[in-house]
């Protein structure tokens, strides 16, 4: 029998109201991980934390971070660990983090995977952390980057092919202008790619093979593979 959302709340062999804890989004750019942890935080109420999307907020305040980060991210090569492990340290440090928290795109490469691991460890009653994989093809994910539009008002993510607003160009809630991402085009989608595949990727070995783990099909309604998702916690936190 699957597990359900009621199972991760409830804790299905002991009745006890069992918390989400740690989740890790991993996958290609692409792959749904925005998306998807915006379906989570709805369900669960803990916070998305997306290294992505911190980058950005400091690139459009002008921060010395975001000055150094600006071009690095244009080009689609990564930050140095350093700078995002910080950037999460502080992140992590907010109150809302405390009955979990889903980190979208972060760890990004093996010293990020370990550092993150030994915070964790340093921290007795944290829940071990769990990390789901989302996997689909190249050619979809070209698709899904090169289409990909978003609200700058309510962070909505459309896209043009197959998720597109009612309104061409047009947020369906606010009004707005939807707008694409310097690095949402096919050259920087291909260096994105060469980054995953020599960076990331061993950080999917490295949780495949030591961490509470599952793959799951990207490929499909953002509903269903929300369920796919939450049935993969609820089975690694029993
Ligand atoms: P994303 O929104 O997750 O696709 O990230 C956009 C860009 O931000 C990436 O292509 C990187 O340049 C940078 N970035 C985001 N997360 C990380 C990370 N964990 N480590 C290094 N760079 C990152």
């Given at each position: 029998m699957s597990s359900t959302m009621a199972d991760v709340e409830r804790?299905?062999?002991?009745g006890r109201k069992t918390l989400p804890g740690p989740i890790l989004l991993l996958g290609?750019?692409?792959?749904g991980k925005g998306t998807q942890a915006k379906e989570l935080v709805k369900l669960w109420g803990i916070p998305q934390i997306s290294t992505g999307d911190l980058l950005r907020a400091h690139v459009a305040q002008g921060t010395a971070l975001g000055k150094a980060a600006k071009d690095v991210i244009a080009r689609g090569i990564l930050v140095p660990d350093s700078v995002v492990n910080e950037m999460v340290a502080g992140r992590l440090k907010?109150?809302?983090?405390a009955r979990g928290y889903i980190l979208d795109?972060?760890?990004?490469?093996l010293p990020q995977a370990t550092w993150l691991d030994s915070r964790l460890a340093g921290q007795g009653e944290a829940l071990p952390v769990i990390a789901v994989s989302l996997h689909v093809d190249y050619n979809q994910l070209l698709r899904r980057i090169t289409g990909r539009r978003n609200c700058?008002?309510?962070?909505r993510i459309y896209n043009v092919y197959s998720n597109p607003p009612r309104?061409?160009?047009?947020?369906?809630?606010?009004?707005a202008a939807l707008v694409q991402r310097a690095d949402d085009t096919e050259e920087v989608f291909a260096e994105r790619m060469r980054a995953y595949t020599a960076q990331t990727a061993p950080v999917v070995e490295h949780y495949r093979a030591h961490g509470r783990f599952a793959e799951v099909d990207g490929d499909g309604t953002i509903a269903a593979i929300a369920a796919g998702i939450v049935a993969a916690v609820g089975r690694l936190r029993k």
């Open positions: 804790g299905p062999e002991t290609a750019p692409g792959a907010e109150p809302d983090t795109g972060f760890p990004r490469t700058p008002v309510c962070q309104q061409e160009g047009f947020c369906d809630v606010e009004g």
